[in-house]
C-alpha cells in the first residue's frame, strides 16, 4: 500500500502529464514524437508477478506502473523521459534474465571511471572472444541487479536498480560500455516527476 505523501505524489505526476502534453503540443522535445506523452491503462496489482523476475520490483515503481501507467502505444513505450518508459516485462535492447537481475549490482553509484575500466578490462584483454558464451555472460553480468525501464536511443537505456543500497534509482547506461551515470534522485517517482517538472519550465 502507498503511503499518504506518495498518493499525493502520484496524483501530481498525472496532473503535470497532462499539462506536460498541453504545454509541448508540437511535440518538440526529443523522443516525445515516439510516445506522445501517451500511457497505457495501469497494470493490475495481480499483473505484477515478481516471482517470474525472480526479484522484489521497488515500491515506487510499482507504484508508478499500478497507478499513473503501465507502458504505452509508442514503438518504445508509453510517456517519460527520451522514449518514453517500457511495459513491465519488456526489456527492449537489453539481454538480462531474471537470474542477472536477481544478483547484486556491479554498477553502484559510488563507481568511478578507474573501477570502470577494470571491471570492463576484459572487453579488451583477449582473454575472452567477443561474441562467445564466456564473453556474453561477462558482458551481461555488468548490469547485474538491474533492469531496463527505457531507452534513449542508440545504446543508451535507462535501468532501475533493484537490490543493494541504491535500490529504487535510475541509472542510464551505454552498451557501448561509457561510464554509467546516476540520476540524482533517490526514486523512481522523483525521477519521473522532475522530468516534468524540467519539461512544464521549458528545461527540455
Known amino acids: 500500500m502507498t503511503t499518504t505523501v506518495r498518493s499525493e505524489q ?23 514524437d515516439e510516445h506522445q506523452y501517451k500511457i497505457h491503462e495501469p497494470a493490475a496489482q495481480d499483473d505484477v508477478r515478481e516471482e517470474e523476475f525472480g526479484v ?42 531474471s ?11 559510488s563507481i568511478t571511471q578507474n573501477i570502470w575500466d577494470d571491471l570492463i578490462a576484459f572487453t579488451g584483454s583477449g582473454e575472452l572472444i567477443d561474441g562467445s558464451e564466456a564473453y556474453d555472460k561477462k558482458y551481461n553480468e555488468l548490469f547485474a ?10 545504446n543508451g537505456q535507462m535501468m532501475l536498480v533493484l537490490n543493494g543500497r541504491d535500490r529504487g534509482r535510475v541509472v542510464y547506461i551505454n552498451q557501448d560500455l561509457y561510464l554509467p551515470k546516476f540520476s540524482p534522485e533517490k526514486g523512481f517517482l522523483d525521477w519521473y516527476e522532475n522530468w516534468l517538472d524540467k519539461l512544464i519550465a521549458g528545461d527540455q
Open 56 to 97: 522484489s520490483l521497488p515500491e515506487e515503481y510499482v507504484a508508478f506502473i499500478t497507478t499513473i501507467g503501465n507502458g504505452g502505444p509508442g514503438n518504445y513505450g508509453g510517456a517519460g523521459p527520451y522514449y518514453g518508459i517500457y511495459e513491465l516485462g519488456e526489456f527492449g535492447y537489453m539481454e538480462i534474465d
Open 145 to 154: 541487479g538491474l533492469m531496463t525501464v527505457g531507452t534513449m536511443g542508440c
Open 10 to 32: 502520484l496524483e501530481s505526476i498525472k496532473s503535470k502529464l497532462e499539462q506536460a502534453a498541453k504545454k509541448d503540443t508540437a511535440l518538440k522535445v526529443f523522443g516525445s
Open 99 to 109: 537470474y542477472t537481475m536477481s544478483l547484486d549490482p556491479v554498477i553502484r553509484s
